[in-house]
């Protein structure tokens, strides 16, 4: 049973360009999760989808926008770069209470 | 201000000895999570504490909810190298989970 998985694993930018990331859930897993994760800190909750639908939101700019498709699969967008985009972008599935990350991408924007 | 304060920051030991990190808010939480996370990979849950004053026992890893549900307390027993990683605590107060910015954690041979 394959876990979480994310593409790509890393991947470089520049600013004002937009980016298109992905997430394959855990098999079963209904509900994902992105997060960012800047050096040296935690993962910050970007959002929330379940049943192709945002469920919930932190505090980030429009700029940020995703989607899940019917397979429960998702993407993360985010339009026109800024450097201080560049972080671990981490994914996560859940069921119920238990979330499993994936490896993250790890984005750099120049 | 981070909603879930860790420390120490930054963590060097040596193998065999023992170490204590926290986990504090001002903020009542339901439940608090333990994760670590490896350079290069996502956070692994580790425990799940609910009831106040609660301890958990995991091999060498002793986790503990405080009475008053605002903070945690991770001990790890004689530290091993694979130990080494970030430590992160994780909250669900408002249906968004929030996480500390982590203990990173370094057990030398």
């Known amino acids: 049973d394959a876990g979480v998985t994310q593409s790509p694993t890393h991947l470089i930018k520049t600013r004002g360009q937009q980016v298109t990331l992905r997430c394959s859930p855990k098999?079963?897993?209904?509900?994902v999760s992105w997060y960012q994760q800047a050096l040296g800190q935690g993962p910050q909750f970007i959002f929330q989808?379940?049943?192709?639908?945002?469920?919930q939101r932190g505090n980030f700019p429009d700029r940020f926008s995703g989607h899940q498709f019917p397979n429960y699969s998702s993407e993360l967008n985010v339009n026109a770069l800024l450097l201080g985009d560049s972080a671990l972008y981490l994914c996560?599935?859940?069921?119920?209470?238990?979330?499993?990350f994936g490896p993250g991408t790890r984005l750099t924007v120049l | 201000t981070q909603l879930l304060e860790q420390s120490p920051q930054f963590l060097s030991i040596q193998e065999g000895e023992n170490l204590t990190v926290y986990c504090n808010s001002s903020?009542?939480?339901?439940?608090l999570q333990w994760y670590r996370q490896e350079p290069g990979e996502g956070p692994v849950l580790l425990v799940t504490?609910?009831?106040?004053?609660e301890v958990k026992k995991l091999k060498r890893l002793t986790f503990q909810f405080g009475d008053a549900r605002k903070d945690s307390s991770l001990h790890i027993t004689a530290a091993q190298p694979g130990d080494t990683g970030l430590y992160l605590c994780?909250?669900?107060?408002?249906?968004?989970?929030?996480f500390g910015a982590g203990t990173r954690l370094t057990v030398k041979p």
């Open positions: 098999s079963g897993h209904d509900t």
């Open positions: 504490v609910v009831t106040g004053g």
């Open positions: 903020s009542v939480f339901s439940s």
């Open positions: 994780a909250g669900d107060p408002d249906n968004d989970m929030r």
């Open positions: 996560a599935s859940s069921l119920g209470a238990e979330q499993f």
């Open positions: 989808y379940y049943e192709e639908e945002e469920r």
